[in-house]
């Protein structure tokens, strides 16, 4: 199933199998079908269960979320335009957050492009599970279609290899670090294609304490479960992983007494971190203190450390991973705003009213956040995605002037 | 009442090795407690890190990203890097004169027990023109000339190319192999340069005295362990007498050194705690865990109590003539898989 590239010509010969693939349309019937029968074999599959990250993913391209999907792109394509494919796009996902690929591929698919897939050369289970799957279904001969308009490949460090796909592409979706979107851009893309770029982001929580204070054991519970599925997944290391908590008004010392233990008590149970992982928090937050940005530190185990700073403009955005949270107090959200800049991303919010929250939105003016989510939220993959909307990035717009 | 140097000073007097364990704790922990005190009040950013950490001892790779100096900027004689892996930040130590001389005692009082109290002739398993440029010395150099202040007519036997010259080993085992002498090099390089070029050629190294250090790591990947580095060492040359060393530039001058029950030891003024590489709880003997070393020498940097990022583990406690503990080094902590969306194919996209 994933062809093995050795050369750039073997990446060419990649290139004519797809451009020779029948054009389709964004939601074509095969198209759809095939991504939702996808989506229920890793639902079915035992193994997602060792793995829930296939669950997500299964949920993301379910048959009916599809379909609201297909209903909200015609929502907004305007009556004199026909929304087509980019054409071909090539992805390079991110090597160790193993789902990425699928989600950047598949709602690419579905919006009827060509897809080139480059996947990581390390040996992961979750994308094995995956390809397995894919390869059953693209065998059928009802998904000819597909088949034909899709790779996945693999290539070790070769940059010709990386020169053919991205010169043979309308667009090109990179994620990962501002050091890999650097490197990746030194291959050249056509004149008219473009990149969507997925750089490294910082994201945060705020939380107000009288609303965490408020809760009985049992809803306090839950709300530690949901940060803390947000913060130990995948080492704390992606881009929407919460790396600070923002306590809003009174009672930020006593919410952080109650909160911490049950975050640190789930985080035991969700990862334990390897003895690398303690020794760069330690030194992390020794560097933080020497830097005089973190003024206190609560040490829950090695799962959890907490540095306090008395201002947020201190805090560094850099980062160790794997269970460690900034704390600060402000009074008012928008205190908030100062502060924000364009790498922000996710913004966990527990506390507040939608109305606080937009204008929140509304006095950054576009100036960082791109997405403010309910914890247990933040590492849900969305269309919208880093200011993006996905199923409009993967499509163009031609405009029909009838007489 | 006695000042701090003083009290260190008297340590440094005492013979290193012999003391037993309770003894030399009731001795240096006090010691420490002083220093702790002394650095806090002299170095603003290591009081800001044991307030926020709650702990005395502060990360090594802490000398890589902040000045930590204890004394005024004026006072400094010397400054040491690491050399550190390739791309790497090196840590920066400073040094006043008083604890260079320290530094500079301790470690003559520890190869005193070795080598006795003659300046032995000196056999360099390094490169001729290692000391060539002297304003730039790598962490190679600086050990080599550390070291050449416990020996005489020093003989460097490779060349540029890491070849060994036999005609120059030769040289010097007709002029001073007859009686003690002794060969400094590291690890690695004794393995690889030296040992294996001279296995077969039947020269007798038998009156030797091997000291090295530099790490297993490489040697380790090769399935050559100490035992196996001074089998090697005794079949090829009849070379007996190999003491390893573990010490770090964060602490010049407090070594470790191989006893003869094959594991390393710490002198009077120093210590190696063994921590769970998770709690950080100290570990008693057989656990292995991160090593936390301290010393009793340093007064012009903070560094008196270190966690390295080093992992070893406790043997024995008192047992043979030197006493105290008897450790060995494991090597580093395993780097942790790295994982989130930072790490693309950047590499492949460069190469």
């Known amino acids: 199933m994933i062809v093995e590239l050795a050369s750039a010509d073997d990446a060419e010969r990649v290139i004519d199998r797809l451009r020779a693939a029948p054009a389709i349309l964004p939601f074509t019937p095969e198209a759809t079908a095939f991504v939702a029968e996808l989506g229920a074999a890793l639902l079915a599959d035992p193994r997602a269960r060792v793995h829930p990250e296939l669950m997500s993913l299964g949920f993301f391209v379910r048959k009916a979320e599809l379909a609201a999907l297909a209903r909200d792109v015609a929502a907004i394509t305007p009556r004199d335009t026909v929304r087509v494919p980019q054409g071909l796009v090539f992805h390079v996902p991110p090597a160790n957050v193993d789902t990425i690929f699928a989600y950047s591929w598949l709602t690419a698919l579905v919006a009827g492009n060509r897809n080139v897939v480059r996947l990581s050369s390390r040996a992961s289970p979750v994308v094995a599970i995956v390809v397995e799957h894919v390869a059953r279904l693209l065998a059928e001969p009802r998904f000819a279609v597909i088949a034909a308009g899709n790779a996945l490949v693999r290539y070790g460090h070769d940059l010709a290899i990386t020169r053919a796909l991205s010169a043979a592409c309308d667009l090109r979706v990179v994620w990962g670090g501002d050091a890999s979107v650097g490197a990746i851009r030194e291959a050249a893309l056509a004149p008219h294609a473009r990149d969507l770029t997925f750089p490294d982001r910082f994201s945060f929580a705020a939380l107000r304490a009288a609303a965490v204070l408020a809760l009985d054991d049992a809803a306090l519970g839950a709300l530690g479960d949901a940060l803390a599925n947000d913060i130990f997944w995948f080492d704390q290391a992606a881009c929407s992983s919460p790396r600070l908590i923002i306590w809003v008004g009174e009672g930020s010392r006593e919410a952080g007494d109650r909160l911490f233990p049950r975050l640190a008590a789930r985080g035991a149970a969700l990862a334990a971190p390897e003895p690398a992982h303690v020794m760069a928090k330690e030194l992390y937050a020794a560097r933080a203190a020497a830097d005089g940005a973190a003024i206190a530190r609560r040490r829950l185990g090695a799962e959890l450390t907490v540095l306090r700073a008395d201002d947020a403009a201190r805090i560094p955005r850099d980062h160790p991973g794997a269970g460690l949270v900034w704390e600060c107090a402000v009074a008012a959200l928008q205190d908030v705003a100062p502060w924000v800049i364009r790498r922000d991303q996710t913004l966990v919010h527990f506390g507040f009213a939608a109305d606080e929250l937009r204008a929140l939105v509304a006095s950054l003016a576009g100036r960082g956040v791109d997405r403010l989510v309910a914890p247990g939220r933040a590492l849900a993959f969305h269309r919208f995605w880093d200011g993006h909307d996905l199923a409009a990035a993967f499509t163009r717009l031609v405009h029909v002037e009838a007489s | ?351």
């Open chain 2, 1 to 351: 009442m006695m000042s701090l140097s003083d009290r260190i000073g008297e340590l440094l007097a005492a013979p290193p090795f012999g003391v037993a364990q309770a003894d030399k704790d009731a001795a240096l922990a006090p010691i420490l407690d002083a220093l702790t005190l002394h650095h806090e009040r002299a170095c603003p950013a290591y009081a800001r890190v044991i307030d926020v950490l709650g702990a005395p001892w502060i990360p090594v790779g802490l000398f890589k990203t902040h000045t930590l100096r204890s004394v005024p900027e004026a006072d400094v004689t010397t400054v040491l890097t690491s050399s550190g892996t390739t791309g790497q930040v090196p840590s920066r130590i400073f040094l006043d004169a008083a604890t260079s001389a320290r530094q500079t005692l301790a470690l003559s009082k520890i190869m005193g027990e070795l080598l006795g109290p003659r300046r032995l002739p000196m056999l360099i398993v390094d490169q001729k023109d290692l000391l060539k440029d002297r304003t730039a010395f790598s962490a190679r150099g600086a050990g080599v000339l550390g070291m050449m202040n416990f020996g005489r007519a020093p003989a460097f036997v490779l060349d540029a190319d890491m070849r060994l010259d036999v005609a120059a080993v030769e040289a010097f085992l007709a002029k001073h192999g007859g009686a003690p002498f002794l060969i400094f090099g590291f690890t690695y390089m004794v393995w690889t340069y030296f040992l294996e070029p001279l296995r077969a050629r039947g020269l007798d190294l038998s009156n030797g005295i091997l000291v090295h250090s530099g790490g297993w790591k490489k040697l380790v990947d090769q399935a050559v362990d100490n035992a196996t580095f001074k089998r090697g060492l005794r079949d090829a040359t009849g070379l007996a007498r190999v003491h390893n060393f573990y010490g770090m530039v964060e602490q010049v001058g407090s070594v470790f050194v191989e006893g003869d029950d094959g594991l390393l030891h710490a002198p009077r003024f120093a210590d190696v705690i063994v921590r769970d590489p998770r709690t950080l709880d100290e570990v008693g003997p057989g656990t292995p865990g991160v090593l936390q070393v301290v010393s009793a020498l340093p007064t012009s940097y903070p560094g008196h109590s270190l966690l390295t990022e080093d992992l070893g583990v406790v043997h024995a406690i008192d047992q043979g003539a030197w006493k105290g503990k008897a450790f060995s080094v494991i090597g580093r902590i395993p780097r942790a898989e790295l994982r989130g969306c930072s790490d693309t194919h950047a590499a492949d996209a460069r190469a």
